[in-house]
């Protein structure tokens, strides 16, 4: 019988790796502490909870200084009144709906949209429980006003008892004799004193309630339009709050003929009426006249509604629903994208166990996002300076915290990103020159040769893909990480890049099953700068902000563009740590703010991995085999390999790449070698081929004197 891929669990070597998406735990894997799922725990067992993100920051909106006019004080006055008069009639309406409990019949709406008969039930339910509260509250009432009533009657009584008895004490009964005339000057008195208090608080307490009251209405009355007879040039630029009148605005604004039409017969339809979610507002709308959502999620659109709702285009989020005419909405709160993903929450504590993905950061709603690892290549682009590198270390981080992972890293260029990973890593290259790119292709080739040996293994175990527990069994198939970070300066070198690419193409095809997870790094993805089936191979695909829609395309997918999934909408600078991630959540794309992990935390996060690692008196996975061996590395040299398959007569070039891929079908540099790349080979090689006739013979004389030449050459040495 086959198993599950994925199957989480902890018979590891190294011991336990604890469930749960990153499971942070009070201690290593396989040590004291029980696995909190999703949770992270500090040293002392204290749940660590991460810090509340503060509220959304308001953009300021310049205004330019003009005089004030004594028309736009009457004006500004006149639409604060107004606003006022609309306020009552915007609370009028909440006490209505909440005399109607309009906000559950919503949600029975939106269940019975949905289809969902257990949401639909549990609604009801919660309906007929809330008419029932209130049936009793109105029943309990005439007993509650009676109690009220006999409370008052009974406190009046016992006063005036108290009284009297008073009286007749001081007045008959007192020895002193002490007479009426005192004790009812002392009732006169204290009379006179409930009535000045009464004329002091009375005024006082309606001063303050009138202006609350005031303020409260205009306040609720902004959510109304004003009318334009009263409208300033100096309006202070208020929030628009999202509701189903501004959405229904909004869409009004578009201009569509068949939402036109449509709206002066009735109101848009709202599936979900707009409700908080999360950082922003969310709707689902029906939209009229056959009208389907992917007319109006078009970028045109996206930036008019955008307008009307005083937001950035890309805190406007549309998509069709379940259906074609079904629209669905989210509006982010403004500013909601400065607020940032928070801290990362492994920083101090805690560990992965990589089959359950890593912490990546939150999606624009505010959820954690967890970026799926197993069975996946991930490619990661965008302009200069946007977070690539950021979130490759962030994922890098999660599976450093794996004991069971091995890490390689390949760096074509001289940056420090990544260095501190490197007692982590069981191959790290870091450097341009043409020596470090040489030992990058031959790590990959290394590396291919390893994705043939498991290719073995999963046959030799009758699994499809590698799964936790062989995982780890220690029987060469844990989990492989790899980052080829500014991979386009290593696809694009003069001499060994084309192999690199091809090399990239085979790992990326068939590593992801054979527990092998390939990043790549580059800036714009273009069909020279990343291999096409590169591209296509990966299934998660993180885009910060790119400049045009190729580079979206194939970051994101294919059609992506044109369905509305657009890091082109992301501002350079502005956007930093914010990308469009697909393969994340069963969503096409979700916008996401990647946790940021600054190079000086990374050196105490690999001590704890490496820490976890000694305890269990385990190598760094992967560093106890030494570069190239172990595996089956092929070593090939092309022009003996032409020596056996060239007969003696002359051939043309083109025909002589099958005889190569022939005699070596996994050499990776055979496959898709065309004539003219074998004629730049030659080349390379010192031979030249002549392009006769176009023909471009090869004469295996040529080959085979260059091959004696370098005999002797060797000898002469
Ligand atoms: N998630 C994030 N949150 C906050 N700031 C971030 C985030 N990611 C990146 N940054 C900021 O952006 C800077 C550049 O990040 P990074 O080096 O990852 O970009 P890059 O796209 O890899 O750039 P380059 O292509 O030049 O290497 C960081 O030093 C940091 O200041």
Redesign the pocket.
Known sequence: MTEQPNTPNDSQPGGVVLPGPWTPTVDAPGEAGEALHGEVIDQQGNLVVPEPAGPPARRAVPLPALPVSGKEIARTAGRAAVQSAQGHAVLARRAAEAATHAAIREQIRAARARGDAAELAAWLDRLHAAKDARRQRVANLPAVLKAAGVSSLAAVLVVTGVLLTAGILVGVVHPVGVGWGDYWGFIGWLLRLLVTVATVLVPLAAAGVVPAWLVLTHRAGQAADAPSWVATSTEVDVDIVVDERTLTQALAALRIKQITDYLKKAPLQYVVPARKDGRGTYALIRLPGGLPASYVTVQTKRESIAASLHRRTNEVWLRTGEDAGLLDVWIADPGALKE??GPYPLLTDGFVDVFRGVPF?RSLRGDPLVAPLMERNTITG?Q????????ARTMLAGAALDITAEIRIWVPDT?F?FEYFKPRCSRYVMGADDDKIRQILEDLRELYAEVQARGQLLVDHKIPAVTRKKASEGIGLHPLFCLLEEAHLAIQHETYGKEIAQLLIDIVKLGRKRGIHMIVST?APTKDSMPRDVTRNCSNGIA?AVGDHVANDALLGQGAYRAGHRATELIAGVD??TALVKGFTGERSVMA????IHVDHVPALIQRALDALDRKGLPVPGTDTPRGSGQELEARDLLDDLDTVLGTEVISIAKVPPLLLNLAPTWAPYKGLTGAGLVKLLAAEGIKVPSTGNRFPLDPVTVREEIGRRATADLDE
Do not use: I, V
């Open positions: 940032g993903a950061g965008g200069p300076g946007q977070g690539k590198s950021s979130s940056n990103d800036q910060y930093k740590g703010q990647t946790y940021f």
